[in-house]
């Protein structure tokens, strides 16, 4: 059964602390998603990759907040110093667009089940 | 900018009692429209696209269908199951991947 994973489900932490969230998509797909969930904004997204390059950050604080793809099979969401209004749920989604419809971008996004994040 | 509105914000019915959820939008040149269903506590779970006016889709007990302004997902014979968040996604041509969703219908079906 192919799903999205995320690492870890839960985290508390202080103000000022270092964050990693980690995901690893659905096997052979190519694009990653990361979106944030809050009561106040619903769900938005932060950042997509595409063969593991950066293709879109402009939902994401460039401050604090940073997405890498280290490998095909992960990648990373860090926030760097945390603060209260980071607390959230953060999804990681994949999707795979073939390759003869490079550039259509049309690919379902499967999301994950969330890391839930409080920041005190 | 890309727009979705969704209604109602929440919607209560008795097992049986078919409805409908609205989703409007505004978005520069529509490549899809997506409808995803999301339980407390888990990540939204991908139900339909929908791609041009006209298409309808239909999966079990919801059918969902889209006009050139707003999108329906009718629920026939709801069952209790059937309680969970539904939320709306809308992407541009021009966007790339981009999904813009909405808020979501909060759906509560009793027995």
């Known amino acids: 059964d192919a799903r999205v994973t995320q690492t870890p489900r839960h985290k508390v932490t202080e103000m000022g602390q270092e964050v990693t969230m980690r995901c690893q998509p659905i096997l052979g797909h190519n694009t990653v998603f990361w979106y944030r969930q809050t009561m106040m904004q619903g769900l938005e997204l932060l950042a997509y990759?595409?063969?593991?390059?950066?293709?879109?950050d402009s939902g994401m604080p460039k401050d604090r907040f940073s997405a890498e793809m280290p490998d095909a099979t992960l990648a990373t969401l860090k926030i760097q110093p945390s603060e209260p209004r980071d607390s959230a749920v953060y999804f990681c989604?994949?999707?795979?667009?073939?390759?003869?419809?490079?550039?259509?971008?049309?690919?379902?996004?499967?999301f994950g089940p969330g890391t839930r994040l409080l920041v005190l | 900018e890309d727009q979705v509105t969704q209604s109602p914000e929440a919607l209560r019915l008795q097992e049986g009692e078919s409805s409908s959820l609205n989703c409007s939008y505004t978005v520069s040149g529509l490549r899809g429209l997506f409808w995803y269903r999301q339980d407390p506590g888990k990540g939204p779970e991908f139900l339909f696209t929908?791609?041009?006016a006209g298409e309808e889709k239909e999966k079990e007990r919801l059918k969902a269908t889209l006009t050139k302004k707003e999108s329906f997902l009718h629920i026939t014979a709801p069952k209790p199951e059937d309680s969970a968040t539904y939320l709306c996604?809308?992407?541009?041509?021009?966007?790339?991947?981009?999904?813009?969703f909405g808020e979501g219908t909060q759906l509560t079906v009793n027995p």
């Open positions: 929908l791609y041009s």
């Open positions: 990759f595409r063969n593991r390059a950066p293709l879109d």
């Open positions: 996604a809308v992407q541009a041509e021009t966007s790339g991947s981009r999904l813009t």
């Open positions: 989604a994949s999707g795979l667009v073939p390759l003869h419809l490079a550039g259509v971008d049309q690919e379902t996004q499967y």
